[in-house]
């Protein structure tokens, strides 16, 4: 570690000397000098390396600087950053680099929909991204990553949901026969529920959109690809360091040559990545092989599809030759949908059902709708219980709908993303903030370079927009006929090619967030937002409303010796983590134990 933190500081000495040649006395003329926020607390490492030196070298860091608390752990820290300075804030980065924290509902209009092009994903983003996961929608600007928007947004389409949902209701019912099995016979067991769900997940995207069973709810079925594609995020955040330096190494350094710095740089986990960015491409190209030589017999033989996977094919085969994909590119979505597809969904399901458990009333009302949505689709009560809900039954449950929104608003998965200036632009504010010298600022200049990070927890939890109890997890404010008005939330989920609706108001006279979902952020917005947020919210739905009508969920009441009960806390570090407090648990390891029994006629009261 020692040698670590050497390398570190040299490597800062070298970037200062040069800062301070050739970028102070642009630092010191820079647009955002006035711009409220954290003061910078040392002209080397700014706040934004304390957060890197941290997750390297241990708490020990923390006095370098306070940006940090954005990531580690930072819910209520970045609650008073937003109480404090409004909608935008001025944060410091590596050398003192000043970018913006911002969150107001103009803003981010301007950078997701009205001036999207001025705002881009960061080189590193996307450069380390096409290392790990290849050439998927992550990893793509410009016009390769508008060409695979077109090619991929139809397969997203209602019409394909509602043809795929039946093929992967049996993983949700095979996840309660699991979660049986674990239960002492008629008695409530103590389960951690996570590992569970992170297995569901991962079957879902394998089955409703791949079209491959990984088999993950079978504990004895290990697989070097989904064991790594759960592994990836974790280990990534360990050299979060190195990131900056990874689109000149890669402009700038022959294959050869990478590798052998791999080999030399004192960083298991950047080995690590390497060997699982290797079973990634190799095990995503077997199953693209595969899935193409189905989809073409199935062609030959007028076959149809039963998975998004090779309904893509057929679309990518169908089209004229300019607006095909290429192997590499269809490889890279591969990775890119399982991906994205399990880590978040996993925390999403994780966190509603320690609400429910947390909340029976909440629990039990959900429980009654479900089941009388499911009589009323056979018509009959006996064997409810094996009815399996329509897509536009399942979707339009009032109330399942309204726990998943709240969830999803109050406790985004994601926390935070980056988008960096392509050009001088500038960013008009719904609220304006009050400046560093006391003045009022209605709109907030932005050079090309500079780096933006957008809070979707801000945009999520804004008062202005949400109202005064938007800090409460309160399902009911999506029940009302004007449901979400002020946010444009309920009735205006964004067909993609759509955006342009988001920038009207919605009659209110309030302005709106350009979430794709809801009117919130969680899942972006605009040309890049989350293109399997649709398939995302039908998983979370189908899972809930099968476990919670076989399954009575609580919070673990067992007591050790002295009197303590387990007791979870969600970790903001980027992605929100459930862990077990001090002293029955480490406050790292990411679980979430719940008491969980058979379910009775009297939960459903």
Known sequence: MDLLVTLLLCTFVAGALYYWRWGARASRASPLGTIAGLKKEHWLTGKLVSLILTS????????????????????????????????VIKVHGMLGVEQLLVYDPLALQHVFVKDQDAFEETDMFIQANKLLFGEGLISTLGEQHRKQRKMLNPVFSLANLRSVLPEIQPIADEMVQRLQAALPADEAGEVNILPWLARGTIEYVGRGILGVHFDCLEPSQASAYTDTMRAVQGTARKVLLLR?????????????WRSKLVDWLPFDALRELRDMADVMHRSAYEIFSAKKAEVEHDLANEGSASNLMSIMLRANISSQEKSRLTDEELVGQINTFLLGGQETTTSALARILHILASDPDAQARLRREVRQAKIATQDAVEGWRRVSLPYDVLVGLPYLDAVVRETLRLYPPTNMLNRVATRDTVLPLHSPIRSSTGELLSSVPVQKGTNVIVSILGSNRNQDVWGADAHEWRPERWLTPDAGAAAGAKGVDVEFGDESKLISGTGTGKVRYPGVYGGMMTFFGGNRACIGFKFAEMEIKQILSTLVTNMHFALPSAIDEHGMRKETYWRMDGLQVPVVREPRGDGKTAQMPLEIRLVREEDFA
């Open 56 to 87: 390297c070298a241990g708490d020990r860091w923390h006095r370098i600087g306070n940006m940090h608390r954005l990531f580690k752990d930072g819910l209520d820290y970045n609650l008073d950053l937003f109480r404090r300075f409004g909608g």
């Open 244 to 256: 900056p330096f990874v689109p000149w190494i890669v402009r700038n350094l022959p294959l050869y």
